[in-house]
């Protein structure tokens, strides 16, 4: 474990002397030391956050390494089969090695890792995002750079969940464990969804969406964090502009999951309960 905190403590030493001073990504040891962290995110090895006891802790000398790998990569075509790609970046292989099952057209970038029981539709994930075991990846969802997707996690068709580069010290968009997340739903700009939570069908949440608690008697508002096991669904609310009030989009908390159930089963009652299109 010693040797393994050094190593990573050198990438970081190395990492962050390349970011103060770019003339050094010409140098091979640097470009080793960034093509090196590629490969520990792509197995899983380092994130670019991960959760503690205080909240999630964003590894920002990580995403400094992968925004200098793509400078230092040249333009490349990959062939797999009848198609043709021409890129930067390689994709990601040896799924079956990794217990990952992938339906064609799937595409993971390396750099991206996919744990043990990750099923990918026909889908997109993007370099340096993390996509625990047992994860639905549907028809057309997109993972974007660096996103955190929890274990047991059902990302539904068309679903968007937004990458996170720039800023350094931005959290990523994080989908904590035991999620649901609805058909056309978009969640960017660094949003976290808490644990079992429940978005229904073409909820968009970004860090300045209203998401607001109706299940009370006073409406609560929050931003940025949908709060563990809500049940959510699009909602509106009025806006006064000086060229009159209009119907400004949001999202509203309806409810909870209840923890009596088992998981997989409250998924569907609880949109049942509700009466939520997925």
């Not at 994930?125 to 028809?139: E, L, P, Q, R, S």
């Not at 739903?185 to 909820?203: D, S, Y």
């Not at 970004?206 to 607001?212: A, C, V």
């Not at 999202?251 to 998924?267: C, F, H, N, Q």
Request: aromatic share 6%.
């Amino acid at each position: 474990m010693g040797s393994t905190s050094n190593n990573f403590e050198a990438l970081k030493n190395t990492i962050t002397q390349a970011w103060d001073n770019r003339d050094l990504l010409k140098e091979a040891e640097t470009q080793h030391a960034i093509r090196a962290l590629i490969e520990h995110l792509d197995k899983g090895r380092l994130r670019v956050a991960e959760p503690t006891s205080d909240g999630w802790q964003v590894n920002d000398w990580v995403k400094k390494g992968v925004v200098m790998y793509f400078p230092i990569q040249k333009m490349k075509t990959m062939e797999v089969g009848i198609f043709e790609y021409h890129d930067k970046i390689p994709l990601k292989k040896d799924y079956e090695a990794q217990g990952v099952r992938v339906v064609p057209h799937a595409i993971a970038r390396h750099g991206a890792y996919l744990e043990k029981g990750v099923i990918m539709m026909p889908s997109y994930v993007n370099i340096g995002a993390w996509v625990g075991g047992g994860t639905m990846v549907d028809t057309w969802a997109t993972v974007g750079s660096c996103a955190q997707i929890g274990r047991n996690v059902h990302l539904s068709g068309g679903v968007g969940i937004g990458g996170v580069l720039e800023p350094l010290q931005a959290t990523p968009t994080i989908i904590e464990d035991n999620c649901f997340i609805g058909s056309r739903c978009i969640v960017v700009e660094g949003v976290q969804v808490g644990k079992e939570a429940v978005l229904g069908a073409n909820v968009v949440l970004t860090k300045s969406t209203r998401i607001i608690d109706v299940s009370g008697a006073e409406p609560i508002t929050h931003r940025g964090m949908v709060p563990p096991r809500s049940v959510v669904i699009p909602g509106s609310y009025t806006k006064e502009f000086p060229a009159g009030n209009y119907q400004v989009s949001c999202a509203l908390i309806i409810g909870k999951r209840k923890e009596s159930t088992d998981k997989k089963v409250s998924l569907n009652e609880a949109l049942r309960e509700y009466d939520v299109a997925v």
